[in-house]
């Protein structure tokens, strides 16, 4: 069965990081940020409705994202994924636990990845994107190479940081209780340096 991967914790805990390290591994990355961004670009109909909430820090609604994961879903059947960014809330889970089935896989573990408020800040302030490969970069902690010219992301200013913190804490981590119920939640320290996350999240989906 192909595996199915959940990266779970808030923004900035180096979710998309370690997703971009495990297509290596032949994983693909599913990014429900990423895949809503593209449609912002493009204004497509999808775009226009989303934007609003995103520029807000506030969840696109469950059933524009639900529609866009089942879409995914069918196109990659087969392949190892990573949701990256899905779920992040309750109603999404339970979409989730109801297509899979229908799509031949399960959820073969959900990874947390723990990290305070403060160090999210840091490192979402510092965020900076190449956006023709979408390679994501730090200031300080991964600094882009001189050649390549990176931009910052619309919501990772200070003031839409907390309150993308804000709906994370609210709406997103009761799905920690979710998982643990259902004994798939993998907890890693996400403080930790990228490299030593990587072997972390290797050793415990290989
Ligand atoms: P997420 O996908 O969870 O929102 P990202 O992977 O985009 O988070 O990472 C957020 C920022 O933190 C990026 O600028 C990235 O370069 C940086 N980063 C990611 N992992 C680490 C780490 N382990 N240590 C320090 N900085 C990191
Ligand atoms: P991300 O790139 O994961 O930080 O997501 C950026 C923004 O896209 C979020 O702040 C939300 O507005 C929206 N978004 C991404 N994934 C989801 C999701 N699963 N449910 C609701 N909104 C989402």
Redesign the pocket.
Known sequence: MAKTIIFL?P???????QAQNLTEKGFIQISTGDILREAVRNETELGKKAKEYMDAGKLVPDELIVSIIKEKLKELENKDIIL?GFPRTIPQAEALDKMLPELGRKVDVVIL?EIEDDEVVN??S???IDPKTGK???VV??PPPENVDVIQRDDDKEEVIRKRLEVYHQQTAPLVEYYKEKNKLFPIN?S???DI?YKTILSVIE
């Not at 923004?11 to 990081?17: H, I, Q």
């Open positions: 914790g923004p900035g805990a180096g979710k998309g990081t990256d990845f490192r979402l510092g965020r900076r994501v970069y730090h902690y991964n996400a930790e340096s990228p996350i």
